[in-house]
């Protein structure tokens, strides 16, 4: 448990583009967390697509090993070639499966103006990480009217069941403890309805535990479209795979800059936070990439591994530099480099 913890193993795998200069920025606001944690031991891993064109490998094998080793990982970002290149595929994918990483979490929050307002936007997005389409088994053949392609999409009731669990325990822990399940099973009645049904059937196998916990449906056609017009109706949405990937990424852009936005690999056993963005290459190298993505996705790392009051200085810490407005990156219509938007976030720290 976090309590019994003498030091925190944090892998670090900045990759690609801004990953490099937006990782060593949320190593330092860890580092700046002092005494409210076990003492940091980074250890500083390789992945990515520019290792790969120079030496013909993504994701070595010792950076998988290594991370098995640590308690917890930061993730940058990596390019993603504009066209299929040989022998490449894409390590964040693959260290989700090495892992089990299995339940993709990214909150989405907008700073309030006003410290004692609430913020207008307060959900996560819990994404089913491992199946449906994302199988990625699919097929194409000839017939005598045109081709013909199939995409297999798996839905299993242990993976629903174990992304749900994670989805109420989030919800109970907090203020509003509000769940809605997205799906379509009015159309998809065979997978999306075993994903619903056992979902919802989470709370009678723990007694108790939930009865705090309201829950509702959306079909996920309505549920973007109510995520634009009226945003504060969700508190935790709970999705599969492809629904989860469509979902978090409309919800990111209601909040602004993609450099605002974080999110959390998680399985039963590790945690790996992840910027949301990509990596950027339009920017990278400039030292103008806003740092706060990272920052916070280290917090919610922390968050996740029973570090919730460290974690909120994070936050707080940001918010405080996002709303005051004085020190901001070019994303958010500032003029601020990377390292002094780093730095107003320590001032505050
Ligand atoms: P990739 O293929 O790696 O996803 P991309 O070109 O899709 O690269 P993203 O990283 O997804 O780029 O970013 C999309 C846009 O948002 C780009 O214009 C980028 O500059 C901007 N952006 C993304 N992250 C940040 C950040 N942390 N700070 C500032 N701007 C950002
Ligand atoms: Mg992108």
């Not at 860890?30 to 005494?35: D, F, M, Q």
């Not at 076990?38 to 991370?67: H, I, M, N, Q």
């Not at 790392?301 to 029973?306: A, C, E, Q």
């Amino acid at each position: 448990s976090s309590a019994t913890r003498q030091s925190l193993k944090i892998g670090l795998v900045p990759a690609d583009g801004i990953g490099r200069e937006v990782i060593p920025a949320a190593r330092a606001a860890i580092e700046a967390l002092g005494s409210d944690i076990p003492k940091p031991e980074f250890v500083d891993l390789l992945a990515g697509f520019e290792l790969f064109t120079r030496t013909g490998t993504a994701l070595p094998d010792e950076t998988v090993e290594a991370l098995k080793e640590c308690d917890c990982a930061l993730f940058g970002s990596v390019s993603s070639p504009s066209k299929r290149v040989t022998g490449y595929s894409s390590p964040i994918v693959a260290l989700r499966k090495k892992l089990d990483l299995y339940a993709n979490i990214r909150p989405v929050v907008s700073v309030a103006p006003n410290p004692n307002d609430k913020p207008s936007v307060d959900l996560i997005v819990v994404r089913e990480n491992t199946e449906c389409l994302y199988v990625k088994q699919e097929e194409i053949k000839s017939t005598e009217s045109g081709r013909e392609a199939r995409a297999i999409r798996l839905i299993t009731e242990r993976a629903s069941a174990r992304i749900g669990r994670m989805a109420f325990e989030l919800a109970r822990a907090r203020p509003r403890k509000h769940l809605t399940i997205i799906h379509k099973s009015n159309v998809l009645s065979v997978t999306d309805g075993l994903f619903r049904e056992t979902v919802r059937a989470i709370p009678k196998q723990n007694p108790g535990r939930y009865d705090d916990v309201t829950i509702a449906e959306q079909l996920v056609d309505s549920a973007v479209y109510r995520l634009f017009r009226e945003p504060q109706i969700y508190d935790v949405m709970v999705a599969p795979n492809l629904y989860g990937d469509i979902i978090s990424d409309a919800a990111a852009a209601l909040v602004g800059s993609l450099g605002l936005v974080p999110s959390i690999n998680a399985g039963d056993s590790f945690v790996m936070g992840e910027p949301v963005h990509g990596s950027a290459p339009d920017i990278a190298g400039k030292n103008i990439a806003n740092p706060i993505a990272s920052i916070r996705s280290a917090a919610l790392m922390l968050r996740h591994l029973g570090y919730g009051a460290p974690a909120d200085r994070l936050d707080k810490a940001v918010d405080q530099v996002i709303r005051e407005g004085q020190v901001l990156t070019p994303d958010l219509g500032g003029k601020a480099t990377t390292q002094e938007a780093l730095d107003a976030v320590l001032r505050k720290l």
